[in-house]
C-alpha cells in the first residue's frame, strides 16, 4: 500500500504538473486585427481575454502548434488546416520560425 502511494506520488503527480503547465499556455481562439494592428487571445480560464500590439510579438513558431512568443509570455494554438494561407498571412506581419515542419 505504502508502494503503491509512493509510486503515485513520484510517476502521477508530476505528469499532471505538466499537463497543468502547458494547459496555461493554449488559447482557444486567436484573432489578428489587421486594421488596428492587435492580436486577440481567448482563453477559457480566469484570464479571459488578452489583447496586444503586433509589435509586441516578437516571433510566431510555427510548428506544431503556432506559439506567439513575447517577452513575458509564450502562447500556443493549435495549428490550424489551412496553414498555407496562415503562414502567409502571418508572414507578413511577423518574424515567423516555420522549425523543420512542412508548410504545404
Known amino acids: 500500500m505504502v508502494d503503491a502511494i509512493f509510486n503515485a506520488l513520484v510517476f502521477v503527480l508530476p505528469f499532471y504538473g505538466v499537463i497543468l503547465m502547458f494547459k496555461k499556455r493554449f488559447a482557444n481562439e486567436v484573432t489578428l486585427d489587421f486594421d488596428v494592428r492587435k492580436i486577440r487571445l481567448v482563453f477559457r480560464d480566469e484570464r479571459g481575454t488578452i489583447e496586444r500590439e503586433f509589435q509586441e510579438i516578437e ?26 494561407e496562415i503562414f ?17
Request: proline share 5%; aromatic share 14%; charged share 30%.
Open 88 to 104: 502567409q498571412l502571418l508572414k507578413s506581419v511577423f518574424k515567423v520560425d516555420r522549425g523543420i515542419f512542412p508548410i504545404n
Open 59 to 84: 516571433k510566431v513558431n510555427f510548428g506544431f502548434y503556432l506559439t506567439f512568443v513575447m517577452k513575458d509570455a509564450r502562447i500556443m494554438v493549435k495549428r490550424p488546416d489551412n496553414k498555407k
